[in-house]
């Protein structure tokens, strides 16, 4: 893969079926530091720079309650990656994995997930740490960090199934 589209020996492409209409909206875009994607972290960290999230219209409202939690998922389009590879070489030393043993950028569908440290909400917009996408990466959604969430909906029966 990929450190921009190429294809390295021991990858392996296929012909994707034509894509289909999952109706996903962009909901904002990421802004941060990195414009090559030979330079963006291969992951985020919690101390890496900020980052800032911009929601667009008419998404904004759905922000409330954010700032209560220290840690979001932030999920986002890869928007410059190939599709097609089933099989990568992330060494580029001859042997390769299937893609969806890795978390390379180059997926059927280029979903990246991130967990980042929430810094300050100011109206639209969201300053994080902990990103690694490119300056301009479409956002496709927000969610509190899992560990930090307790459901507010009353629990139902699939809630104690266990085993089996
Ligand atoms: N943290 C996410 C995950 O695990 O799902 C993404 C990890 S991926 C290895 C991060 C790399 O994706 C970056 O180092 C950069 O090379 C590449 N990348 C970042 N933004 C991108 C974009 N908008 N389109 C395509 N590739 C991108």
Redesign the pocket.
């Known amino acids: 893969m990929?450190?921009e589209n190429e294809i390295r020996p021991s990858e392996m492409a296929v012909e994707p079926p034509p894509a289909t209409d999952a109706g996903l909206v962009f909901i904002g875009r990421i802004y941060?530091p990195?414009t090559?994607?030979?330079?963006?972290?291969?992951?985020?960290r919690q101390d890496g720079p900020l980052c800032r999230i911009e929601i667009f219209d008419p998404w904004v409202p759905a922000l409330d309650g954010i700032g209560r939690f220290e840690r979001l998922e932030v999920l986002?389009?890869?928007?410059?990656?190939r599709r097609d590879l089933v099989r990568q070489s992330p060494a580029n030393d001859g042997s390769a994995r299937g893609t969806f043993a890795?978390?390379?950028?180059?997926r059927p569908n280029?979903?990246?997930?991130?967990v980042v440290s929430l810094v300050e909400v100011d109206g639209p917009v969201l300053l994080v740490r902990g990103?690694?996408?490119?300056d301009?990466?479409?956002l496709l959604d927000l969610k509190p960090d899992r560990t930090l969430f307790t459901p507010i909906a009353p629990p139902q029966p699939g809630d104690f199934e266990t085993g089996d």
């Open positions: 990929v450190r941060s990195w090559s994607r030979l330079k963006a972290p291969r992951q985020g986002y389009w890869l928007h410059l990656s890795l978390r390379s950028p180059v280029p979903i990246g997930t991130s990103l690694d996408c490119l301009g990466t479409p």
